[in-house]
């Protein structure tokens, strides 16, 4: 599966952005689907994951309450709705997919990965 992400930007804190990442292929919804991110000089971390059928999503504390992560599998895409946004949040944010994957907080599990997109956010 190929994946795009999208949606980036500058936004003020306390502003929203909604990331969309989409995938090619048939298998989309085989696909545990995760958005991580890394910050400058930071490593990558996990963000929000949703299973197969979008029953299951799991958050890193730091953005529960605030991030909603959702997909479409009619549409092949997973969205992050990131609303109160904070200065901390600033990074690149990538979608990754774990084909028949089990929710996993680890990068590693990830086969597919998307180009990632920019988040801005100004204090």
């Known amino acids: 599966v190929q994946l795009q992400a999208s949606g980036g930007g500058l936004v003020q804190a306390g502003g929203s952005v909604r990331l969309s990442c989409s995938a090619s292929?048939?298998?989309?919804?085989?696909?545990?689907m995760a958005w991580f991110r890394q910050a400058p000089g930071k490593d990558r971390e996990f963000v929000a994951s949703?299973?197969?059928?979008?029953?299951?999503?799991y958050y890193t504390d730091s953005v529960k309450g605030r991030f909603t992560i959702s997909r479409d599998n009619a549409k092949n895409t997973v969205y992050l709705q990131m609303n109160g946004l904070k200065p901390e949040d600033t990074a690149v944010y990538y979608c990754?997919?774990?084909?028949?994957?089990?929710?996993?907080?680890?990068?590693?599990?990830?086969?597919?990965w998307g180009q990632g997109t920019l988040v801005t956010v100004s204090s």
């Open positions: 292929g048939r298998t989309f919804s085989s696909y545990t």
């Open positions: 949703i299973s197969w059928a979008g029953v299951n999503t």
């Open positions: 990754a997919a774990d084909y028949l994957g089990i929710s996993s907080r680890l990068k590693n599990a990830y086969e597919h």
